[in-house]
């Protein structure tokens, strides 16, 4: 065989052009078309009284965002749009997952923060219960908040 | 980094000695994660996403790991080295060649750690293991994430998780997917009724390179589909079950194989070494299909003198990129064939196999 090296210098384009990488394998299951194919069963979305809430018109005022964008490709833009688009969000991960609550892994930062909110709660509790003097019921929220504040 | 140096070593996923390695080729979990604040790579501008790579790519080279992850620029690789890295199942064909702009991998020298940056999420963590060991990968990506965090803030919601990109992956961003050798349950047609159970429980079944990708060489990946109101912990559970179920259905059909059928397979295998010991034209899915039967043959204890680990060595090298890197020049679809056909030949006559 002719050893004699041949070197070219190709982009991602030219390179598919002349065979040189395989193309991609033709599709089995396609998640996004699987979203896409929900999202088209679902629309266009009402409220309960069938009024007001039109998808069309959602936009995300941070990312820009539209429904229909969303529709067209299955991706949303940044984090904000889970609550931009929060009504025509919940019927798909209905569907997708069956769940609406995150059960599992939760950033240390966001544990402290969810503990110290809590503790805040129960002060305020703490604070009303010792206000129509029920004793019984301050004394068992300053325990729990001492228990919380040690675990902490 | 000098990829070629990848080039003699099989990596983590086809090391071929882990847990249920007669069945199972590898463990892989990933989580997708997203820097709070930062719109998703998809609507990221080109300013945005060079700011989210360097934030990352600091990140990631100040983690205190027993195995550094070094950082590959893929905007900056060839084609053929793109796609190296994708049949080596470091990156996703997405990020190698779909995806434009500000991007990366990092990956560590056992090629067990992978963290894609600027993917369809900002972040996509991988561990790869060798045979079925979710526990493993699930300690080790948890560490990784755990150190990640230091560093990073995620974009994180209380009811809804870790915000990603695409919602079919909110929650937990946690993929698991175990890649099984299916031979004797595709040669007795179960592998069908199989699939039609999996999906019932939300299981999602697919071939070798991922999402949209077919089944070859009876290579299938199992994974969980829902992300979002199980735990990470459940999903798991749910997938070891459903393996250790599966390994059975595999084990028993193996076993009616060399009952029922014992001349026949073993006439099957030996054809399968003979085609690739001679054949001077050989496609990459043809290969594929003849190293699965040659791999069961070595299982069912019908071939001797070869090892299961060069059956790994011959599928990894006889993919398109790793082809074009052994043979040091480019070559178009017909070479490419020629040179597969080549190299099997050569490696085979070299370990000297052959029917008994």
Sequence with gaps: MNKKKREMHLCEGCAREQNLIPDAPSPQLNLPALLQLLMTQLAPVADAEGDDLDPASLTCPDCGLKYAQFRADGRLGCPEDYDVFLPVLVPILERVHRGLQHQGKTPKAVRKQMAKNEIADLKTQLDDAIAVEDYEEAARLRDCIRGKEAAG | ?356
């Design chain 2, 1 to 356: 980094m000098n990829l070629d140096r990848l080039l003699p070593n099989l990596g983590e996923w086809l090391r071929g000695n882990g847990p249920e390695s007669d069945i199972v080729i590898s463990t892989r979990i990933r989580l997708a994660r997203n820097l709070a604040g930062s719109p998703f790579s998809n609507r990221a501008s080109a300013a945005q996403k060079a700011e989210t790579e360097v934030r990352i790519r600091d990140a990631i080279a100040t983690l205190d790991l027993p195995h550094k992850l070094d950082y590959v620029d893929v905007s900056k690789l060839t084609p053929i080295d793109r796609q190296f890295l994708i049949e080596r199942q470091l990156m996703s064909r997405e990020l190698g060649s779909v995806l434009e702009g500000p991007r990366g991998v990092a990956f560590d020298e056992r090629e067990s750690v992978s963290v894609m940056v600027n993917e369809e999420d900002h972040l996509r963590l991988q561990v790869m293991r060798s045979g079925v060991a979710l526990d493993e990968a699930w300690a080790e990506i948890d560490h990784l994430d755990d150190l990640l965090e230091t560093k990073l803030t995620y974009a994180f919601h209380e009811q809804f998780g870790y915000l990603t990109a695409c919602p079919t992956n909110v929650g937990t961003g946690m993929r698991a997917s175990v890649m099984l050798h299916l031979p004797a349950l595709s040669l007795t047609k179960e592998i069908e009724k199989l699939f039609r159970s999996l999906q019932k429980i939300n299981l999602v079944v697919r071939g070798l390179y991922g999402e949209g990708s077919r089944a070859s060489g009876d290579l299938y990946q199992i994974s969980n589909q829902v992300t979002l109101g199980k735990s990470e912990g459940r999903v798991l559970q749910e997938i070891r079950e459903v393996i250790s179920q599966i390994l059975q259905y595999e084990r028993r059909a193996r076993q009616l194989l060399v009952k029922e059928r014992k001349q026949a397979e073993q006439d099957r295998v030996a054809r399968a070494i003979g085609t690739l010991g001679s054949a001077t034209m050989i496609t990459s899915e043809e290969t594929m299909e003849l190293l699965s039967t040659v791999r069961l043959g070595i299982q069912l204890h019908l071939l001797e003198d070869l090892p299961a680990t060069t059956v790994n060595q011959l599928f990894i090298h006889t993919q398109a990129a790793h082809l074009q890197k052994l043979m040091g020049t480019p070559l178009d679809g017909e070479e490419r064939n020629s040179a597969r056909a080549k190299y099997l030949r050569n490696k085979l006559r070299e370990l000297g196999a052959s029917q008994r």
